[in-house]
């Protein structure tokens, strides 16, 4: 799917969200539009997907079951903010990265862990002095770096990825915080894939029990935490798994994190 096609069925739902562009980005001699998507509430989630263009999932389950989410959302008096695809180069190229080969495009944390020595992760249980916004990232990193500084802080916020290296379907979540507030997400996704408990999905990172991760990364989901969203998560599913069980653990992953938003902050 080319972004213009990816463009016009996202933008199909304009009656029911207020959608725009919050930045262009030039890509290739080529004009990408970064979209927005907003609805009323008295609570907030963040949504954010496809940062990486390779992990398709997360774009789409947002342009096919928008509808579905934003009833859900309203029923619940919780507006979304959702930045449905945030590397449109890379969406049309299906490449991890943008055209100009800029990388990562997650990455939005700096912390200074000694005087003057600034790292984009920390080591577990590692301490540091303070963080910053990182602004020297890629072009769609930049853009959206300064657009959700200008977001009052959201009371949840969900970033939606794929892992395209384990060649079987299985999920897992990177999260803060306790986990129980996740775990019903878990179960009701172990009905639907394979949950990857204890066990290795990165350079030395290894989920808990729970097929959680907790790791200080510098993604937009470290960056909301350091900006006190009480539930901030990235929900990951496999792209060796089926679309449609992809786009379910989406939706429920999205669907928690609503009624998550909608409980923040309330006796």
């Known amino acids: 799917m080319n972004f213009e096609e990816y463009l016009a069925r996202f933008s199909s739902h304009s009656r029911l969200a207020h959608i ?31 940062f990486h263009g390779d992990e398709t999932a997360g774009p789409l389950t947002l342009a096919e079951h928008l509808p579905e989410i934003i009833a859900y959302a309203k029923e619940r008096d919780v507006g979304l903010t959702i930045y449905p695809s945030l ?59 300064a657009e959700i500084e200008t977001l009052a802080t959201p009371h949840a916020a969900l970033d939606i990825h794929q892992d395209p290296y384990i060649r079987e379907p ?48 510098g993604s937009v989901t470290d960056y909301f935490l350091r900006r006190g969203v009480p539930y901030t998560a990235a929900i990951e599913t496999t792209t060796s798994a089926p679309m449609p069980a992809c786009h379910e653990v989406n939706l429920i992953w999205i669907r928690g994190f609503i009624d998550l938003a909608s409980l923040a902050g309330r006796a």
């Open 20 to 50: 725009r562009p919050f930045a262009d980005v030039v890509e290739g001699g080529r004009r990408y539009p970064l979209l927005r998507a907003d609805t009323e509430g008295s609570r907030r989630l963040v949504i954010t997907a496809g």
């Open 87 to 145: 590397n449109p180069s890379g969406f049309e190229d299906g490449t991890r990265y943008n055209r100009g080969k800029e990388s990562p495009n997650n990455d939005f944390v700096r912390y200074e862990i000694r005087p003057d020595v600034w790292v984009g992760e920390l080591e577990p249980g590692q301490e540091f002095l303070q963080y910053a916004l990182y602004r020297e990232g890629p072009r769609e990193t930049r853009a959206l770096a």
């Open 170 to 217: 299985l999920s897992y979540a990177y999260t803060f915080g306790d986990s129980a507030a996740y775990r019903p997400m878990v179960a009701k996704t172990e009905r639907i894939m394979h949950v990857s408990r204890n066990a290795q999905v990165d350079d030395d990172v290894f989920t808990d029990e729970d097929g959680l991760i907790q790791l200080h990364d």
